[in-house]
């Protein structure tokens, strides 16, 4: 039987999208599976040697960011005795274009420290990205065991890399249900410290990491177009990747009613956060030959609200099930419409996402930990109980 799994990914405290879904993963999969012993080998700056209560793990800092050399992780294997499975939870923001962690992994493999090896991709690059390091890291994918991706366009794109297509697996990335659902719209209001502001109209939020691809400027020419604005509540909120953005929302804040949180949001607050809005509004610009998928999606997908998007491979999961509340990528005009559509149709918006939020039910964190532990289980040719 299955008994220690070390993922390889960055972790909380440290500010990332991967560390978040690491952890999530990793609390699952011990929910489902106790008697798995779970190690985390992370990035590290993200603090000491500890013990992860939440997802009830040991963290062992083992590499530095887009380093060339991840020997640590060897040294931390062979501490720990070894495992029967690497899980890379691999974004190129953290490993880098070079091969060097595929190596590592291997290395370890071969000195006997691991069984097999795992690769999660959360992006995958197309030829026409002209990222040539990162092409020519996808070509080597087939050394590991298996490598997961989250979406079909990632599935297929690799495969005609050439990546060996009985080593590809999709399993969806997983959707979180929000326990605040329930709770009064005034007591968030207050919890989140928003009491003193003008709130009114639909409530719109926008969370998550503030960068220039999240199209924030492109809502607001969206709102301007809905009578100036004046039955919207825009509330954005998250980490600032981008000074530009920060200077175009406060000069939007003079016409528009726009309560901005500059801060990173603990998945409480964003939860919270999700749960005090109307509708979720995901206006991304497509990045030129880049696949992956949206956290915030997933977030916002298992809270339940009405999502308006844009048609971004990021969304593909909401253009695919919610075709209608999505719109080309770039496009104020659309997107208003879509918005004022909502304003006037909410209860038949909210029944039209009746089948986003299945897939969010059928997509929940102990679905996508019972789909990775029977691929650790196959993978060792072991059964699942």
């Not at 990914?9 to 999530?24: I, L, W």
């Not at 992994?105 to 990205?129: D, N, Q, W």
């Not at 959707?175 to 709130?199: D, H, Q, S, V, W």
Request: hydrophobic share 40%; aromatic share 10%.
């Amino acid at each position: 039987m299955i008994k220690r799994v070390a993922y390889v990914s960055t972790y909380p405290p440290t500010h990332c999208g991967v560390a978040e879904y690491t952890r999530m993963l990793a609390s699952a999969l011990k929910s489902i599976s106790p008697q798995i012993n779970v190690y985390i080998l992370c990035n590290i700056n993200s603090g000491e040697k500890r013990f992860d209560k939440e997802a009830e793990a040991q963290v062992y800092p083992a590499f530095v960011k887009r380093s060339s050399n991840y020997s640590k992780i060897l040294d931390v294997l062979s501490e720990i005795n070894g495992v029967d499975i690497i899980h890379v939870e691999h974004e190129y923001g953290i490993f880098g274009d070079t091969p060097a962690i595929l190596e590592t992994c291997f290395r370890a493999k071969e000195e006997g420290l691991v069984k097999k090896i795992v690769f999660t991709m959360h992006t995958i690059y197309h030829p026409l990205s002209g990222r040539i390091g990162a092409l020519e890291f996808q070509k080597k994918l087939s050394l590991a065991d298996a490598i997961i991706v989250h979406s079909y366009l990632q599935e297929f794109e690799i495969q005609h890399q050439g990546v060996d297509p009985v080593k590809i697996y999709r399993i969806p990335h997983g959707t979180y249900m929000n326990p605040y659902l329930g709770i009064p719209r005034f007591k968030l209001i207050e919890e989140l410290g928003l009491a003193k502001n003008n709130i009114k109209g639909l409530i719109t939020v926008v969370p998550g990491f503030l960068r220039k691809d999240k199209g924030l400027d492109i809502l607001i020419e969206a709102i301007k177009l809905l009578d100036k604005g004046g039955n919207v509540t825009l509330i954005t909120a998250g980490e600032v990747k981008d000074s530009e953005v920060v200077n175009m929302i406060e000069e939007a804040r003079k016409h528009l009613n726009i309560i901005f949180i500059e801060k990173y949001l603990s998945n409480e607050e964003m939860l919270k956060l999700i749960a005090l809005a109307d509708a979720i509004a995901l206006p991304y610009r497509d990045k030129h030959g880049l696949y992956s998928v949206s956290g915030i999606l997933h977030l916002s997908m298992g809270s339940f609200k009405p999502i308006i998007g844009t048609r971004a491979p990021r969304l593909i999961e909401l253009y695919q099930f919610a075709p209608r509340l999505t719109v080309p990528p770039r496009n104020p005009k659309e997107f208003a419409k879509r918005m004022k559509w909502l304003i006037e149709n909410y209860d038949y918006a909210v029944a039209y996402m009746a089948y986003v939020y299945g897939y969010a039910v059928r997509t929940q964190w102990l679905r996508m930990a019972r789909r990775h532990l029977s691929l650790y289980l196959n993978l060792l040719e072991e059964h699942y109980p």
